[in-house]
């Protein structure tokens, strides 16, 4: 293997894609049942293992960022009015390593569980008539994406999004 193959191999040029299958809409409470498809690129890798998360995004203004949240990050830009508080929602894995050859397919199920709890936009009663009010007098703006990545020993890992419509 020359130079030039052994950078391609570490950028994963010419190596595996992920691709998800799934639905684009699932209801609160129930499970986000997918299946991702990894295909082998030009050359032989080794996979290590393939994780699934489900994720939300929420663009907050200033100063309303929920620190209570589990699992959340804090992100802000220098001169922006708007955090982003980054939350994982559910997450699986496969952790069997394995070889995949040139063009082969490998296909992962996963079953997801998709409970917002307090995390989602609406709720009964007065409660949730608060959260409500408050959602929309701050414009938060809460986007739900699905994830998957297979993660390839020396080199740049295969992955693949999805946006996920979530219906509360």
Known sequence: MGFLDKVKGALNIGGSKM?????????NGANLDFTAVLIGGKMEQNITSVQAQLIMSENQPQGMVNRGMNNAMQNSTIGSTQNKVVQTIAQDSVNQAFTI????????S????????????????FMGALNKLNNMASSQRRMYKLKVTADIEGSTDASSEMRIDIQL
């Open 19 to 27: 691709t998800i299958n799934g639905p684009g809409t699932v209801q």
């Open 101 to 108: 050859q040139p063009g082969e397919q490998k296909e992962f």
């Open 110 to 125: 996963f079953s997801l569980p998709v409970n917002l709890g307090g995390v989602g936009e609406s709720g009964a009663g």
